[in-house]
């Protein structure tokens, strides 16, 4: 596992695609038994990537430091950045998307809707176009709110699906979900400094 950084409060570093963020079945390798094993201490999450995302993320090494982390998340003061690769390519080339999700826990899927009703949640997020080739757009995408699926069901609501997300109806054959977290950005719960980390994905276009 590569680690950007670590100290006694969080650790920063990449997840693998494939690995779970949060807690998983009993006995399943996850983010938080392996970062456990390799500092001999519990680690708290404070945000999450779907299975199948790769990228930077954030633990908490304590409850403190996972509260102060939490509430950066909540506040919206967390600032996370996204790269996609996705099939079609947006009128405008940078601009906001703001919809209304339902997630449907028994489908694991989220829909946009129309009206605002119990389980529905406001999503915002606003994109980049860095390139374009052959119907595919590369895009650079930060999120407003974190809602589950949120990019990927939004993009698909557009009839622009990410390459390899076959839940959301991607039609390219890919081997990888091609969404990856590039960049988080947040204030440290102790010394107050603010720390921003990055990686790029590894597809391009």
Same mark, same amino acid.
């Given at each position: +596992?590569?680690?950007?950084?670590?100290?006694?409060?969080?650790?920063?570093?990449?997840?693998?695609?494939?690995?779970?963020?949060?807690?998983?079945?009993?006995?399943?390798?996850? +983010?938080?038994?392996?970062? /456990?094993?390799?500092?001999?201490?519990?680690?708290?999450?404070?945000?999450?990537?779907?299975?199948?995302?790769?990228?930077?993320?954030?633990?908490?090494?304590?409850?403190?430091?996972?509260? %102060?982390?939490?509430?950066?998340?909540?506040?919206?003061?967390?600032?996370?950045?996204?790269?996609?690769?996705?099939?079609?390519?947006?009128?405008?080339?940078?601009?906001?998307?703001?919809?209304?999700?339902?997630?449907?826990?028994?489908?694991? #899927?989220?829909?946009?809707? #129309?009206?605002?009703? !119990?389980?529905?949640?406001? %999503?915002?997020? /606003?994109?980049?176009?860095?390139?374009?080739?052959? =119907?595919? /757009?590369? +895009?650079?995408?930060?999120?407003?709110?974190?809602?589950?699926?949120?990019?990927?069901?939004?993009?698909?609501?557009? #009839?622009?699906?990410?390459? =390899?997300?076959?839940?959301?109806?991607? #039609? !390219?054959?890919?081997?990888?979900?091609?969404?990856?977290?590039?960049?988080?950005?947040?204030?440290?719960?102790?010394? =107050?400094?603010?720390?921003?980390? =990055?990686?790029?994905?590894?597809?391009?276009?």
């Amino acid at each position: +596992m590569e680690i950007l950084y670590e100290d006694r409060a969080l650790i920063v570093c990449i997840k693998e695609r494939g690995v779970l963020s949060q807690q998983g079945k009993e006995n399943e390798a996850t +983010m938080l038994s392996l970062l /456990s094993a390799h500092t001999g201490t519990e680690i708290y999450p404070v945000h999450r990537l779907d299975r199948e995302v790769g990228g930077v993320m954030v633990f908490a090494k304590n409850q403190k430091a996972a509260a %102060a982390l939490s509430a950066q998340v909540s506040d919206r003061t967390m600032e996370k950045e996204y790269l996609t690769l996705a099939e079609g390519v947006p009128e405008e080339k940078e601009g906001t998307m703001e919809d209304l999700l339902f997630f449907d826990r028994g489908k694991n #899927k989220a829909f946009t809707v #129309k009206k605002e009703r !119990r389980g529905v949640k406001r %999503a915002a997020l /606003s994109y980049k176009v860095l390139a374009e080739k052959d =119907g595919l /757009s590369l +895009m650079r995408i930060r999120l407003h709110t974190g809602r589950t699926h949120q990019i990927r069901v939004q993009l698909a609501s557009r #009839k622009m699906p990410i390459v =390899g997300d076959r839940r959301y109806g991607s #039609k !390219r054959e890919s081997k990888i979900l091609a969404l990856w977290s590039c960049c988080i950005s947040f204030v440290h719960p102790v010394t =107050g400094e603010r720390m921003t980390f =990055g990686k790029e994905s590894d597809f391009d276009i």
